[in-house]
């Protein structure tokens, strides 16, 4: 929970919860890239906050909660973070 708040940058919407990890170019490479562990990443944009994105942040979020223990689920947002979409 400690790296998610601290990956979160001081973001005022958290849409997506732990245990997903909001990626940026600070944490990407060592979380993403330097492990062995299977990631699913959503990109969203962080500015839009409507139903549609709180729709699939919930999805996500329980999705997340019941793997957890299998898979790592990352978070990047477009608008802050495009920089990463060239992974």
């Known amino acids: 929970a400690e790296e998610f708040l601290r990956s979160q940058e001081g ?8 245990p997903s990890v909001y990626l940026n170019p600070n ?5 993403v890239e330097e ?3 299977f990631w699913i990443i959503i990109v969203y944009e962080g ?3 409507n139903s549609h ?3 699939v942040a919930d999805a996500w979020n ?3 909660d019941k793997y ?6 990352g978070v ?5 973070h495009h920089s990463l979409l060239h992974y």
Do not use: G, W
């Not at 973001?11 to 732990?18: A, D, N, Q, R, V």
């Not at 990047?76 to 802050?80: M, P, R």
């Open 62 to 64: 329980d999705v997340a």
């Open 53 to 55: 994105n709180n729709a």
């Open 11 to 18: 973001s005022s919407t958290s849409l997506f919860k732990p």
């Open 68 to 73: 957890k223990n299998i898979i790592k689920f």
């Open 76 to 80: 990047i947002d477009v608008l802050k």
């Open 27 to 31: 944490n990407y490479h060592k979380l």
């Open 47 to 49: 500015q839009i906050n």
């Open 35 to 37: 492990s062995h562990d």
